[in-house]
């Protein structure tokens, strides 16, 4: 199976760590993983501007970078998500067809298609985790607190399996952390008010580092961190799956 | 203003914010715990969700259906195309019945027709009998919210309230003393009331009865000691069968406040000896929302309020930040088709995150429909000059592997060089509250060349 690693936009310019960390627990999964050199963006952030006319040409890049490969993972479950759900704005060719069908978040691509839960990582910290709207509602990576479902989570079963480290319950489990992409400018007051009421959430709960599938809430949640000297840290769930494996 | 800029101002007393952000929590998690006592709660949502469709697809036979029984039972039946229409059918009935005094239970219906200020105006008294109506009624002020209208008031601001129009005595907002006062206040006006005016929860087309769903029971106590009783309803309140209501009654009390069932759901079927039964009938937009294919099933809605209770957004910007009858989730995919313009900022007051659509008891792609209308509102309507460049912009250097290239690194260059007072400026909304991201010093595209050789 041959796999081609996305690293959206901003991880690539900002967190090279995070796209690392991906490649790298990717490997040691013994997973054939190709980094196409011309890949730019999903196109999510103009799409959900209301500018989706405008990423055509990105939706069309990535379609070229990515339709030979048989599994496309990515680190980030709201891009992902913005593939299988707004590629529809392409005519639907075979090409855009499978890339759309192809298109896995990194957790859900290692629990659902490699069939692992334990990677024999160890991470001897409380941690709290952040399950993004766009995976958890878009991808269905886990049960919902609003539906009347039984309870899974892909992140869960993943990090529950990590040594040492301590899941923390959170007060309001899935509430939206505020990013929302070019909402946490324009309706900043409430993006900032809905990222602290969570980060205090987590400080209520005991955790030390917040973790989550989805780095651009990690993001926003770390600015509002660092500008307040909160003790807490952010790191992207694939740097926890990592760690000494 | 738009509701950014509204949600600021609700924003600068924190402590506020917090409190109303913590009522609605409660009520989501009562609406969580009643609902996980349901067995196949997510089974009811679905076949609610498919009635509506059915009802949606067949709208004008179950109304002609509806009226043929309504009329068989004695009840006079009326159509209004908008609001306009509505209030002179309304003010027609008053007015032969000379009435002066009519009393009202709670109706968004009415709301949105803005009924009171009409009626009103031609010098009749209107009052609105739900306690939390009242409440924003006697501030002069509209719902914030449409299942707990008074929602953003606190105990103490009822207080002061009701001292200085009902002249009760200082009760540092007690609940039960405050309410008392307004049950014998509101006592009165039951009594002198000529006219009732009630909104309907649903219309049921087989029977051509209808059903209004209370807690205080103010809705009866109305319809019952006047003569004339007024229903008004929107096209949508229809449901075909009267065996389909137990789906929708267990529904909607539970998703609505958490509640098993609503205190009353009372059945009206036909006039009793000697009075008189109306019906309005109203569009009002809803047929021209109707043809609109991807919005179509926002005519879903029961009016239940679960989606605003369970909004982050809308907990944090209080229900008035939206300047619309209906706010929140619901009624930000419902007021851009009535009016483009006034209401083009709501579909962006949103995460899109979807709980609204998780929540929804009939089941509404509400986010969904939230981002389609913003790719309809950046092209119909005009964008401020900044933000469509620099979208506009982006979508070039996206679909560019070159200018890409380019613009990831001056932007790396510029957050590590620039001085700070640059990055964190007034334009920069960003970096108000947060610290931007650190740059390291490399992206991963320089370390992948450096580090791995492509196998491709
Ligand atoms: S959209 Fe759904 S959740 Fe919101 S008020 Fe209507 S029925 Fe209730």
Redesign the pocket.
């Known amino acids: 199976m041959r796999v081609g690693l996305f690293i959206p936009c901003y991880i690539n310019q900002l967190y090279p760590e995070v796209a690392i960390a991906t490649l790298e627990l990717l490997e040691k999964l013994k997973v054939d993983v190709y980094y196409p050199s011309t890949q730019t963006c999903c196109g999510q952030p103009l799409g959900n501007s209301g500018y989706e006319e405008d990423s055509k040409g990105a939706c069309q890049l990535f379609v070229e970078n990515f339709k030979e490969y048989d599994c496309i993972v990515g680190p980030s479950g709201s891009c992902i998500y913005h593939v299988k759900k707004h590629f529809d704005i392409l005519e639907q060719t075979p090409d855009v067809v499978k890339v759309r069908n192809n298109a896995y978040e990194l957790c859900e691509f290692i629990v659902k298609v490699l069939g692992k839960t334990d990677l024999g990582a160890s991470f001897p910290h409380k941690v709290g985790l952040h399950k993004s709207c766009h995976g958890l509602r878009g991808l269905h990576l886990g049960s919902c607190s609003e539906r009347m479902d039984p309870h899974f989570s892909t992140e869960e079963d993943l990090l529950n399996n990590v040594k040492g480290l301590e899941l923390m319950k959170l007060n309001r489990e899935d509430e939206c952390c505020g990013f929302g992409g070019t909402f946490s400018v324009f309706e900043e007051a409430i993006s900032v008010k809905m990222g602290k009421d969570k980060i205090q959430d987590h400080l209520n709960s005991g955790v030390e580092v917040i973790t989550g599938a989805d780095h651009s809430c990690l993001m926003h949640l770390e600015g509002l961190i660092n500008r307040d000297n909160k003790p807490l840290k952010v790191m992207h769930i694939a740097e926890i799956l990592n760690s000494t494996i | 203003m738009s509701h950014s800029e509204k949600a600021a101002i609700f924003n600068k007393n924190e402590a506020k914010v917090n409190w109303h952000d913590k009522a609605l929590w409660y009520v989501r998690e009562k609406r969580d715990n009643a609902a996980h006592g349901v067995k196949g709660w997510e089974y009811l949502r679905d076949t609610a969700s498919k009635i509506k469709g059915n009802v949606l697809s067949n709208l004008d036979n179950y109304l002609i259906e509806f009226e043929a029984n309504a009329l068989k039972n004695g009840i006079k039946v009326h159509w209004a195309s908008d609001a306009k229409e509505h209030n002179s059918i309304v003010y027609k009935i008053v007015k032969e019945h000379n009435a002066k005094k009519v009393v009202k239970s709670k109706s968004m219906l009415t709301e949105e027709c803005h009924l009171n200020p009409y009626l009103e105006s031609k010098n009749i008294e209107v009052v609105d009998t739900d306690l939390g109506e009242y409440i924003v009624q006697i501030a002069k002020e509209t719902p914030s919210h449409?299942?707990l209208p008074a929602i953003h008031k606190t105990k103490e601001e009822v207080d002061e309230l009701f001292q200085e129009h009902l002249g009760t005595k200082p009760s540092n907002g007690n609940p039960e003393y405050l309410t008392n006062e307004a049950r014998k206040h509101l006592r009165n006006k039951f009594l002198q009331a000529d006219v009732a005016i009630t909104g309907v929860n649903f219309a049921i087309a087989e029977t051509g009865g209808f059903v209004v769903c209370t807690n205080e029971g103010n809705a009866d106590m109305g319809a019952h000691l006047v003569p004339v009783h007024i229903a008004c309803m929107g096209i949508e309140k229809i449901i075909p069968k009267e065996e389909h209501l137990g789906v929708f009654l267990r529904l909607l009390a539970r998703?609505?406040t958490g509640q098993p069932i609503t205190t009353y759901s009372s059945h009206f079927n036909k006039p009793a000896e000697g009075k008189e039964l109306h019906i309005v009938i109203v569009d009002n937009g809803r047929t021209e929302q109707l043809s609109r294919e991807d919005f179509r099933s926002?005519l879903?809605?029961?009016?239940?309020?679960?989606?605003?209770n369970?909004c982050p957004i809308y907990r944090r910007s209080g229900g008035h930040s939206y300047d619309a009858t209906?706010p929140?989730?619901?009624g930000s995919i419902l007021s851009p088709g009535k009016d483009l313009t006034k209401h083009s900022s709501l579909p962006f007051a949103s995460t899109l995150c979807g709980s609204?659509s998780n929540?929804?008891?009939?089941?509404?792609n509400?986010h969904e429909q939230l981002y389609k209308w913003r790719q309809i509102i950046v092209k119909e309507e005009p964008q401020p000059f900044v933000k469509k460049s620099i979208l506009k912009i982006a979508g070039k250097v996206l679909e560019n592997r070159t200018l890409y290239n380019f613009a990831g690194k001056s932007a790396r260059f510029m957050l590590k060089y620039a001085p700070k007072f640059m990055i964190y400026s007034k334009l920069n909304a960003w970096g108000n509250a947060r610290d931007l991201p650190e740059v390291k010093n490399t992206n991963f595209d320089d370390w992948y060349k450096a580090k791995r050789k492509n196998k491709k």
């Open positions: 449409i299942v998703s609505a926002s879903h809605c029961i009016r239940c309020g679960a989606c605003m369970t209906i929140g989730p619901i609204c929540v929804c008891p009939v089941k509404i509400i």
